[in-house]
């Protein structure tokens, strides 16, 4: 079955935009002793603030509509809606024009509403009783990882019962599904007040950059939407890591923070490998992120496997270009004082030209996840008003945490500044499995990926 893209919503949502305070909406009652989300809690609200009206509002949305709400997740904004109604799930895809054999996957505010989503709809799972464990229907192979990792960035596959109570377009033709518990307090807490499992892609247009922020969701699914809760930017900025513990050896589907180190770490996975590098681009995807093309700008990226230097810019940049440098590591501001006195024979410039920095202006302040962005330009001294090209640089930093807490935001900044081209600085992947997140997203967003 060849996937479909749900055409577009026909009808107008009015978007609205509510902040929420994670510290404002209450506190959370945990069963027994031990405080965990593991176990079942509850949520007492704080109705002195509007934040916890907020937050109520969305729950009763995801309840009784269809159309999906957004909301912060400690990774990234997600889009979410009732696992367990199809027709609830149906938003997403036509919100987002997702392919629908792109599987989603499933969040979870305790182990026992993850309990009965692995039971036969109308099974029963005895969370009192003394032999539970040896009934538990989460496979004792992610046992040690949840138990270290949730909750937390981590998507785990887990086999689908039959019949499932979740909605088929949930996993498509699949016989397994992803879940995860998110470690956001707000993400928690709109689960756990909506009693339903959430099923929440990114909360993005189909292909685009993922959001790290109210304003990013705002900009792809305004008046395809009626709620956006702001929570401020998320703290980590890449999607979760995603892993299949149902074959053996066991295999990473999608890089996330949680690197192949620390789930080496874990009992029963120290034989675990990438199995994200080949995907077969024919066949039902396991996890997302693994087939279509994701987190793409307008602009055309050209992502660089090595030190980004100012021949590589000026070689791809042609007449009256705006153009991006998103730089990690190598590429400084010293290397743009070097580029005022380089005279670029590039035939499609058609002159002799040299660069010259036209105050270094600060044009955009993306500073809520990532650093100001500065405008420069290109110029040729004898013919400025033919050949001219403005160039915006910013700094992701360049530790691995930096650069992934900035990376999207920072393709959307450049984007919203209207450039034609974005060169961008990749990073040494053996820096562990956040920096190969990074490059893994990178090189889905590439139009051209050059190796230098």
Not at 170 to 185: E, H, K, Q, Y
């Amino acid at each position: 079955m060849s996937p479909q893209t749900p055409q577009a919503d026909p009808v107008w949502h009015e978007t609205r935009v509510l902040p929420v305070d994670a510290k404002r909406i209450g506190r959370f009652v945990f069963n027994g002793d031990e405080q965990s989300f593991q176990n079942d809690w509850d949520i007492e609200l704080d109705h002195n603030y509007p934040d916890a009206e907020h937050l109520q509002e969305a729950a009763r949305l995801l309840q009784n509509s269809d159309t999906p709400v957004a909301f912060p997740t400690e990774t990234v904004y997600g889009l979410g809606a009732d696992a367990t109604r199809n027709s609830a799930v149906s938003g997403i895809y036509t919100v987002k024009q997702r392919p629908s054999d792109n599987p989603l996957i499933v969040h979870v505010c305790s182990l026992s509403q993850l309990r009965k989503l692995l039971l036969p709809q109308g099974g029963q799972t005895d969370e009192s009783s003394s032999s539970h464990a040896s009934r538990d229907p989460i496979p004792a192979i992610y046992h040690p990882l949840i138990s270290r990792f949730w909750p937390g960035p981590l998507t785990i596959i887990l086999p689908l019962p039959q019949p499932s109570s979740l909605a088929p377009l949930v996993t498509g033709t699949l016989s397994t599904f992803g879940a995860r518990m998110p470690s956001s307090t707000l993400a928690l807490g709109l689960i756990r007040l909506a009693d339903v499992p959430l099923a929440a892609p990114s909360a993005n247009a189909s292909t685009k950059p993922s959001p790290t922020t109210a304003a990013h969701v705002l900009h792809d699914l305004s008046g395809r939407i009626d709620l956006i809760l702001d929570g401020g930017a998320c703290d980590i900025g890449v999607e979760s890591t995603v892993v299949d513990g149902l074959v053996d050896p066991p295999v990473i589907l999608r890089p996330g923070q949680i690197s192949i180190e620390m789930l080496r770490q874990c009992p029963g996975w120290d034989r675990a490998a990438v199995g994200y590098e080949q995907s077969p681009q024919t066949a039902a995807p396991r996890a997302p992120g693994m087939k279509y093309k994701h987190y793409s700008p307008r602009a055309r990226l050209l992502l660089i496997d090595g030190q980004l230097s100012t021949n590589i810019i000026l070689t791809f940049l042609g007449q009256n270009e705006r153009a991006g440098i998103l730089q990690t590591v190598s590429w400084t501001d010293e290397q743009l004082e070097r580029l005022k006195s380089l005279y670029d024979l590039n035939p499609e410039l058609g002159h002799q030209s040299k660069i010259a920095a036209v105050n270094g202006n600060v044009v955009a302040d993306s500073s809520i996840v990532a650093p100001q962005i500065k405008e420069y330009q290109i110029m040729d001294y004898r013919n400025p008003e033919t050949a001219q090209v403005k160039l915006f640089t910013t700094s992701l930093g360049s530790d691995v945490a930096s650069i992934a807490h900035g990376l999207f935001s920072a393709i959307r900044t450049l984007d919203q500044l209207g450039v034609n081209i974005i060169f961008v600085e990749g990073i040494d992947e053996s820096h562990g499995d956040a920096a190969a997140a990074i490059m893994n997203r990178l090189r889905k967003a590439a139009e051209q990926h050059i190796k230098v």
